[in-house]
């Protein structure tokens, strides 16, 4: 059991991060520089709802 | 949320939060079984992580900090929104809408299913072990002492061996006393 739950593990954190993890990251440094900028802060609002 | 009196600055945090996905989505994926429920939850996870930066002291565990927050997240939605349905081994299509016949890939999904029927508080112990983090992490995370945690642990391994292996056979002794009563 131990050896299949370390496994299990192993494989969920070697699949490959989805592009849309970064671009979260993106919009979300993004509308922390521009804090005015009401696109940047919807885009990141939006990821967060989503 | 306190403040830290020695915060990382954005670019380090950011590094961190990158170096972090695989085992926040490992560790959501066990949470709530569905990969794209979990995604949904770890990616919330990083944007609440994002702005809660500030609460983050450098040189502590950042693991140990974002797993907390997903974690809590998890829970808190699960029991208010009922988004997040907790795992149950019937309605977690993805893990077992298809049932290999042979091999590792049967392990793995004998082992998603097996865990999707635990309680969520087993489930999040075995998989939050299987992380790295020290026993004293896993208990804060968990929000209780290491001797539940240990016990968590104990109770869900003999449960997904149970699942896997089955009950032990009946001893022929049991047997006559089952056909006697």
Redesign the interface.
Known sequence: ??D??????S?????P??D???A??DQ??AA?ANPGNPAASRD?DD??D? | VTSSPNPLD?RAF?EN??AI???L??FA??LCGSRDLA??L???A??KA?AARDSFTAGTNFKAWIFRILRNHFYTTANVARRFVLMDPHTTVDLVSVAPTQG?ER??H???AG?AALPPPQREA??LV??GLQWDEIAAIADCPIGTIKSRITRG?AA??LY?EGPPPETPVAAGLSQRA
């Open positions: 059991v131990s299949a739950l370390r496994q299990l593990w494989n969920a954190e070697s699949d991060v989805p849309d993890f970064l979260l990251l979300l440094d922390r990141a990821d967060r989503a | 954005d950011r939060l990158v996905i695989p085992s989505r490992a994926r066990g995604d949904d770890a990616q919330e990083l944007a994002w590792a392990i793995r004998d082992i998603e865990l075995l998989m299987e992380s391994r997904l061996r896997l």
